[in-house]
């Protein structure tokens, strides 16, 4: 499937991998926080999976045919698009919708790729071919990839292990709060203590978290520093050397 004409062979090595997890139970707060994100990025051509009918007021073109989303994918070209895909309610027809829509967006390239509730469509145990291929080799055709869950435990390892940034809020169950806690790499009480809206978030590339509350109506407070945070960020820098102290 080639749905705009091709990059040269190699042209997405460069290409730093942009995968966003936004984990909680429901209300926590994902939602609010990856429309803050993609308002702010502005992205030109932006694919969106929709299976709550949320994104309505971003998205121009709305379709629940395969078929159709091809067709508009293909029309768009190499130009802008925003489109979203309302799966069928039926969770075996999803799965199979989910992993064609993946393909697309892999095909079409040079797009961001939101997906809400990945726990419909994927397992901790298999994801869909079209799913993994967006997070293991996304990067070199210049897709940047959002994913919700409620559910974390529930969520294939493909897509944790290559997200380059997380930021969970509250979750109920004790092993949705411990797959959290590993992976960001934080007690799991400080997972457990989140409110709804409250979040900490991991860079995975520096290791840096940050802790804040999302504001699910407009401007977004900036994050704080983690306080259990140990990583070096450029902000903080290496630790002050110690001062020596003149022996008497
Ligand atoms: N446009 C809005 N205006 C007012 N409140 C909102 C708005 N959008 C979200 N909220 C509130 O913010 C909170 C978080 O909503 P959000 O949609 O981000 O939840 P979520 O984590 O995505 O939940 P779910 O898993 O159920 O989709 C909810 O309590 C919701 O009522
Ligand atoms: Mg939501």
Not at 88 to 108: E, H, M, P, V
Request: charged letters at 20%.
């Amino acid at each position: 499937m080639r749905l705009r004409p091709a990059d040269a062979p190699g042209a997405g090595v460069a290409n730093r991998a942009n995968i966003l997890g936004y984990i909680g139970s429901t209300g926590a707060g994902k939602s609010a926080s990856l429309k803050a994100a993609l308002r702010e990025a502005r992205h030109a051509r932006v694919l969106i999976w929709d299976p709550q009918d949320e994104y309505g007021h971003l998205a121009g073109q709305a379709t629940g045919a395969v078929g159709r989303l091809l067709e508009l994918v293909q029309a768009a070209g190499r130009g802008p698009f925003c489109i979203r895909f309302q799966p069928s309610s039926d969770l075996k027809t999803a799965a199979k919708q989910f992993d064609a829509f993946c393909r697309i967006a892999y095909a079409a390239g040079h797009c961001a790729v939101v997906a809400e509730e990945l726990a419909f469509v994927t397992s901790a145990s298999k994801a869909p071919p079209g799913w993994s291929l967006l997070n293991l080799k996304g990067r070199h055709k210049g897709l940047t990839i959002y994913g919700t869950t409620q559910r974390p435990a529930r969520v294939d390892k493909d897509f944790f292990g290559n997200c380059t940034r997380i930021r969970c809020g509250r979750l109920n169950y004790a092993t949705d709060q411990k797959t959290m806690a590993d992976v960001i790499g934080v007690p799991v009480e400080a997972i457990g203590a989140l409110l709804p809206l409250q979040y900490l978030e991991k860079d995975m590339a520096t290791g840096n978290v940050v802790w804040g509350v999302v504001n699910p109506t407009g401007r977004q407070a900036p994050a704080k520093p983690w306080p259990g945070s140990n990583a070096q960020t450029p902000e903080t820098g290496p630790p002050a050397k110690k001062k020596r102290v003149a022996r008497a």
